[in-house]
């Protein structure tokens, strides 16, 4: 059987994507945190440290962090629950 080289180079493409996702959005965040609020690099990494603990704690208890964002501060994002 024929290998379908198409299918093969866009899973492989959709991989780099998906690796790239979340530091795309964290550099983006600290982007606009140093542009908007002065925001220099120790303090947008303890906020980056804190929000990976955040990040592990709901996933060791199963938490929906969507949904705690939403109840805990009002802000609504979009996700599949």
């Known amino acids: 059987m024929a290998k379908n080289h198409a299918l093969i180079n866009m899973y492989k493409e959709y991989q780099k ?26 303090r947008i990494n303890d906020l980056f440290q804190l929000s990976e603990k955040i990040w592990n704690e709901c996933v060791e208890q199963e938490i929906d962090m969507i949904t705690k964002c939403e109840n805990e501060i009002g802000i609504i994002l979009k996700g599949e629950h």
């Open 17 to 42: 994507k998906v690796n790239n996702l979340t530091p795309e959005i964290y550099a983006a965040v600290a982007i606009a945190l140093h542009t908007k609020c002065g925001w220099g690099y120790k």
